[in-house]
Structure formats: structure tokens, C-alpha cells
């Protein structure tokens, strides 16, 4: 394994019932105004916000509360969030929901501890170094937000869907209840498992150097999410599944994949996130069209790490078959693998390119993602 450092401070509590336990959790670190953040009323109606609530208030600990994140979450909807922390002193952030609810969480919480526009620190023009305290109770295993500092938002004025990252923005306690998640539609487990194949493959399939300990692991995500993937399929409510696709979820994306590899890459998000904000396509759906199309792309850069990925995952010989059956699961489990089946107008390609190259330059990549490059994956989307 090549050199590295290791810095993950995010306490997980997994289980039945630990969401009732949230304001001791928050408690234990002095703070004693929260605002609440989540999506629809649904969190209402399920009785998850009143148990949460019902904890806080145990603790001592008020409430403000801002609702309705969307799928996909919105700049807009983070300056309001800015405002009522700031107006209410809040000291702590806690999401009720998915990736878009956490990462909404994140840029508020960053946002608020900051003088000037939180955007800036998408764009690159200020370091996030300072944030208040964020909490978690996961209602959608996907982005592994619970665990890592990742915060992905849309500006709906510019159409940029950009992310921000810092030491400030790791959640502190994030509440992992599978029974919470075995709502989740068969449209949105397919999106979450297309996600975390893309968290794993976009390393794994980049990376010059992938130590042997590391392949097995990203490999065993792999063929967890798959396996779990087709019992909740069936049955949504295992539990034993859900679990075991949750934790997938966390450990695909929370740096421990990352250990000692070199020279890897974030192509697929980086391709996708323009895909989404231009079309507001669902992320794992976005995810499930470019990741194959990508591939076409990417196997002869590492032939042997696409057959490998052929044999260990789906016990097929070659790059190709390994590209064909995993396009073969995402369609089976109900998710997307062209552009026309994501609704996705194949006159939008060249704008997209030039709106990714844009983007590219910005980040001092662009001799990588060439207008050649991305045309060319956007055409194997067809």
C-alpha cells in the first residue's frame, strides 16, 4: 500500500430504534438549539420527526425546523436555511432524510458560520474551515453523506451543480436505522444502488495503483449490493438486507475504500452532476447512464482492472461481457442506461460539454476531460 493518512471523526449509531436516542446523542456535546432539516411532510406523517423531536426536547434541546429539500437540493433552499440558523442561534444542524437533506444540512450548517456567500465555497473562492455541529438520522441508504464530508448542491440561477468539502463538514453522529429505509420505492433502490456502484467504481477503476486488500473490499461492496439489492427487490422489508445495503453504502464512500491506492478519479459524479442539473434527472438514475457509457471509454486506459471487475463481479471473461452485465442489472432492477431512457434530448449533448468543460478548466482539468472525451462518453449513452 502506498503512504497515507486516515481522518474520518463521525460517530455511527446503527440499529432499531437509536433515532429515539438522537437528543442524547446531541447533548452529550453541550449544544442546545437545533434546526431540524428535511423533505416532504412525510417525515411527519411517519411519526420520525415527533419521535426525533420528542428526544430533543427530553434533552433540553429546542427546535427549529425547515422543510421541503428536494431530490437534487437547491442552493435557494440553503440560503434559507442560512438565514433561520442565524436567526435563531442554532449551534447544530440535524437532516431527517437522504443524501439531498444531509448534503442541504452540510452547506447550511458551513454557511452559517460564514460572513459571506456560502457559494463561495463551491466555486472555490473561500475554504470552508469552520461549521456548526451536524447530526444525522438516514431515512435512504446511498451517498455514504452520513460519514463524509461531501455537500453536492445545485445553483438553479446558473444551472452549476457543484460541491463543497472540509475537515468542518464531517457529521458528528449519524443514525443509521435500516428499518427507517425499508420505505424506499423499487424506483429509488435501484437509483442508491447505481450510486454506490459509481462511489466504488469511479476509484476502482481509475486508481494506477489499487492495492489487493482494497480491490477485495470494493469488490465485496459490490457483490453486497447486488445480492441485497435483489432480495429487497422482493422483499423490502428484510432487514438483514437492508442493513448489510446501508453499511454498502457508508463504507463505499467514507474514505476507507481510499487507503493506500493512487492516481484516482471522480469521473461518472463529475459528468453526472451537469446531467442533473441541466434535467433534473434523479442522481443514481444520471449515475446508471453515464457509468457504462463511461467505461466504453475507460477500459483500454486499464485493461486488466476492467477484466477483473468482469470476473469478480459478474464471473464473465472479458471487459466487454463485464460492461454488458452490469448495464444487464441496471435494467433489470428498473434503472436507466441510455440517454432516451432518462429522457435526457440528445441535441442537450453539446451543450452539456460545453458546460462540463467549463467546469473542468475551472479545476486545472481539462487536458483530462476534453470536449473529445465527454462527447464521447455522452455518444456510448445513446
Known amino acids: 500500500m502506498k503512504d497515507f493518512s486516515y481522518y474520518n471523526p463521525t460517530r455511527i449509531e446503527f440499529g432499531k430504534g437509536k433515532e429515539a436516542k438522537i437528543g442524547q446523542y446531541i447533548s452529550e456535546y453541550g449544544l442546545k438549539k437545533v434546526l431540524i432539516v428535511y423533505g416532504s411532510d412525510r417525515v411527519k406523517k411517519n411519526g420520525l420527526f415527533d419521535t426525533v423531536a420528542k428526544s430533543l426536547s427530553e434533552n433540553d434541546i429546542a427546535i427549529e425546523e425547515l422543510g421541503g429539500v428536494i431530490s437534487n437540493p437547491v442552493l435557494s433552499k440553503v440560503y434559507e436555511g442560512i438565514e433561520l440558523?442565524?436567526?435563531?442561534?442554532?449551534?447544530?444542524?440535524?437532516?431527517?432524510?437522504?443524501?439531498?437533506?444531509?448534503?442541504?444540512?452540510?452547506?447550511?450548517?458551513?454557511?452559517?458560520?460564514?460572513?459571506?456567500?456560502?457559494?463561495?465555497?463551491?466555486?472555490?473562492?473561500?475554504?470552508?474551515?469552520?461549521?456548526?455541529?451536524?447530526?444525522?438520522?438516514?431515512t435512504l441508504a446511498a451517498s455514504g453523506s452520513e460519514m463524509n464530508n461531501y455537500a453536492v448542491v445545485t445553483n438553479e440561477?446558473?444551472?452549476?451543480?457543484?460541491?463543497?468539502?472540509?475537515?468542518?463538514?464531517?457529521?458528528?453522529?449519524?443514525?443509521?436505522?435500516?428499518?427507517?429505509?425499508?420505505?424506499?420505492?423499487?424506483?429509488?433502490?435501484?437509483?442508491?444502488?447505481?450510486?454506490?456502484?459509481?462511489?466504488?467504481?469511479?476509484?476502482?477503476?481509475?486508481?494506477?495503483?489499487?492495492?489487493?486488500?482494497?480491490?477485495?473490499?470494493?469488490?465485496?461492496?459490490?457483490?453486497?449490493?447486488?445480492?441485497?439489492?435483489?432480495?429487497?427487490?422482493?422483499?423490502?422489508?428484510?432487514?438483514?438486507?437492508?442493513?448489510?445495503?446501508?453499511?454498502?453504502?457508508?463504507?463505499?464512500?467514507?474514505?476507507?475504500?481510499?487507503?493506500?491506492?493512487?492516481?484516482?478519479?471522480?469521473?461518472?459524479?463529475?459528468?453526472?452532476?451537469?446531467?442533473?442539473?441541466?434535467?433534473n434527472i434523479a442522481h443514481g438514475a444520471g449515475l446508471s447512464i453515464v457509468v457504462p457509457a463511461w467505461m466504453r471509454w475507460q477500459k483500454n486506459f486499464l485493461p486488466e482492472r476492467f477484466k477483473r471487475f468482469a470476473k469478480e463481479i459478474f464471473d464473465v471473461d472479458s471487459a466487454d461481457e463485464g460492461i454488458d452485465a452490469l448495464k444487464n442489472w441496471y435494467t433489470k432492477i428498473g434503472a436507466p442506461v441510455t440517454l432516451k431512457e432518462g429522457k435526457i434530448p440528445e441535441e442537450g449533448i453539446e451543450m452539456m460539454v460545453e458546460k462540463l468543460f467549463v467546469g473542468a478548466k475551472m479545476m486545472g482539468a481539462d487536458a483530462l476531460y476534453s470536449k473529445e472525451m465527454l462527447t464521447t462518453v455522452f455518444n456510448n449513452a445513446k
Open 85 to 138: 440558523a442565524k436567526a435563531a442561534k442554532s449551534d447544530a444542524v440535524l437532516g431527517l432524510g437522504g443524501a439531498s437533506v444531509l448534503d442541504t444540512s452540510k452547506a447550511i450548517a458551513a454557511g452559517a458560520v460564514y460572513d459571506g456567500d456560502v457559494w463561495d465555497f463551491f466555486t472555490f473562492k473561500a475554504q470552508s474551515t469552520s461549521a456548526l455541529k451536524i447530526f444525522s438520522v438516514m
Open 157 to 279: 440561477a446558473t444551472r452549476q451543480k457543484m460541491s463543497i468539502r472540509s475537515t468542518a463538514t464531517f457529521p458528528t453522529v449519524s443514525v443509521v436505522n435500516p428499518e427507517l429505509q425499508a420505505t424506499v420505492t423499487k424506483e429509488y433502490l435501484a437509483y442508491s444502488a447505481a450510486d454506490i456502484f459509481a462511489h466504488s467504481l469511479d476509484m476502482y477503476l481509475t486508481a494506477t495503483y489499487l492495492p489487493e486488500y482494497i480491490a477485495g473490499y470494493v469488490e465485496n461492496i459490490l457483490r453486497t449490493v447486488i445480492r441485497t439489492t435483489n432480495v429487497l427487490l422482493d422483499d423490502a422489508g428484510n432487514y438483514e438486507a437492508r442493513g448489510e445495503f446501508a453499511w454498502a453504502a457508508t463504507n463505499a464512500l467514507n474514505f476507507t475504500t481510499f487507503s493506500g491506492i493512487e492516481n484516482n478519479r471522480f469521473d461518472t459524479h463529475f459528468i453526472e452532476h451537469t446531467m442533473s442539473a441541466e434535467y
